[in-house]
């Protein structure tokens, strides 16, 4: 199967490839940064340096790779964990879901491609009985998580109600393990990222479109619907 993956030298892309490579699909990664273009081929993916905001480029890159299956792991957030610098980022990474998204998901029509995976996050539902639920509604979009919450909605609703494709969002836990802020479990959802580009594998090939929560089970989310559609393991590692 052909595959595009925007967002191939992201802290999710780079466990995802390989994985993917393994299961002998042909994968294209995107990535904004020319520098980063040797690690994509390092794990057997042809690169290609595009920005998600420029719509025609983007469309023209995707048209080229002629995916089935189009997966988007892009964020833009610090690569440490920093008050400061995580503050500046979220309004950046709200466009990306946005904007961003949107422009994603008409590339993915224009080339063809028939399924649409994207990450979400799993840590803006709004305050209420758990374990929560896919259906259970999110945290209204004001205060400091304003730009966040506006974000994850615009993302679900362009993957999940367009028009001739498959869309599955995964509404990640909080990611630990290599690349991420913390190699420990969090306290709430946690997620190691071997797991959450597990869960991305998976959806390439499984799952009725629609919204999965994917974290291990501590009993602030429910996760049935992710085990038994995809087949999701929380405990899988890739080594």
Do not use: C
């Not at 979400?120 to 374990?131: N, R, T």
């Amino acid at each position: 199967m052909r595959i595009f993956v925007a967002g191939a030298t992201g802290v999710i892309g780079r466990r995802l490839i390989p994985l993917l490579v393994r299961d002998g699909h042909v994968v294209v990664g995107s990535t904004r940064s020319a520098e980063k273009t040797a690690s994509i081929a390092q794990m057997g993916a042809s690169p290609v340096v595009v920005d998600v905001f420029d719509r025609v480029a983007l469309t023209n890159a995707v048209r080229a790779a002629a995916p089935e299956v189009v997966i988007h792991q892009l964020t833009d957030l610090p690569d440490q964990l920093d008050s400061g610098a995580l503050a500046e980022a979220l309004p950046r990474n709200a466009r990306i879901r946005i904007e961003g998204t949107r422009n994603l998901v008409d590339a993915a029509l224009a080339s063809g491609a028939t399924r649409l995976i994207a990450q979400s996050i799993a840590f803006v539902y709004a305050p209420g009985p758990e374990p929560h639920r896919e259906e259970d509604p999110l945290a209204p979009a004001e205060g400091e998580w304003a730009s966040t919450i506006a974000g994850v909605v615009a993302l679900e609703q362009a993957v999940t109600q367009t028009n001739g494709l498959v869309g599955l969002v995964l509404r990640y836990g909080q990611l630990y393990g290599p690349g991420t802020w913390t190699q420990t479990p969090p306290d709430r959802m946690p997620l190691h990222v071997d797991a959450a580009a597990e869960a991305a594998r998976l959806a390439v090939t499984r799952g009725a479109p629609g919204i999965y929560n994917v974290a291990e089970a501590d009993g602030a989310l429910t996760i049935d619907k992710v085990q038994r559609e995809l087949g999701f393991d929380p405990s899988f590692r890739t080594t």
